[in-house]
């Protein structure tokens, strides 16, 4: 049950995709050989997850999801968070579950019998350390909203959402009661818009959730927010939508981030890097550093320092989930 006073027990619940990340590295001629998005996330089915499998060449498997990352983050910077996503009963499920728990993370959705299986992100990753990412969802498009753990919302202070999760109706339907759920609680929700092809086919219901007061952080990058906006024009995209948001974050990589809450607004430079090994991840553990921050009411440049110094660990590894002692680089840079 939630706490009495109102005071919550998790600093970030999170709900998306529950999927593991398949890793290789290859040169740009096999990304044009296969006709890829490069530099973009594509969805993708059973078979054509097996081709692309097949196409490449020693990979590693590390579990990741958009707002899973986002958790382990979090958890490295001493935040405690809980997940609710949806893996099947086979291999990769329990690899998930294993990953998700022993970076201190509470999931207790129960796995789903049957097909389809755990889903995965082959990820291929570019000299330069562009990752162009193809993923196939299996079973977390199928998360009910049944599986949610209500109490456990209202026992958060921000419940995070994930935008690609928006595209399957059975957990775009477990997001909107997540949605009432926490905002009855009088918690805080935040969103992040994942990738623009996601704004191109729901961009409709993001905006009316923007509008009717909904969302109280969200967090985009520059196309995302342009394709969000209709303005190409960052500062215009900004000015159009930041008013009606609580909290506006907009990551531009290697450009910094911008953020806006009311009349405040501060910006950062991204942190330097000795070499970018793979940019997977980098929104999603910037998000992380920010909420980090947040949920302790740091003021608005200490959340983005916090979130950039974050990015900057993740991309100068492989994977989505730190490397690196994430509290001890925060206190040494803001100390």
Known sequence: MPNSDNSPRYDVIA??????????????????????????????????????????????????????????????????????????????GEVFSHDIHAAGIDFDTAARAGDPPTGRCLIFVTPDGERTMNTF??????????????????????????????????PRSAMRRAIEVARSAGRKVAFTASESFVIDRHGDDFRALIDEGLIDILFVNEPELATLTGESDFEAGIAKISPKLPVLVATR???????????????????????????????????????????????????????AICAAEIISHYGARPDADLQKLVAERLG
């Open 15 to 92: 709900i998306g995709n529950a999927i593991v990340d398949v890793m290789a590295p290859c040169e740009d001629s096999l990304i044009e050989e296969l006709e890829l998005n490069r530099g973009g996330m594509t969805l993708i089915d059973t078979d054509g997850a097996r081709e692309l499998y097949e196409a490449m060449g020693p990979a590693r498997e590390i579990s990741g999801g958009s707002a899973a990352n986002t958790l382990a983050g979090l958890s490295s910077l001493g935040a405690q968070c809980a997940f609710i996503g949806q893996v099947a009963d086979d291999q990769l």
């Open 137 to 170: 969802l299996g079973a977390s498009q199928f998360l009910p909203p049944a599986a949610l753990s209500e109490d456990a919302i209202r026992d958060a202070a921000v419940l995070y959402l994930e935008g690609y999760l928006w595209d399957p109706e059975e």
């Open 253 to 307: 990589g290697e450009n910094g981030a911008v953020a806006v809450a009311g009349d405040q607004r501060s910006e950062v430079m991204a942190e330097p890097v000795d070499a970018v090994v793979d940019t997977t991840g980098a929104g999603d553990l910037f998000a992380a550093g920010f909420l980090s921050g947040h949920v302790k009411d740091e003021p608005l440049e200490n959340c983005l320092t916090r979130g």
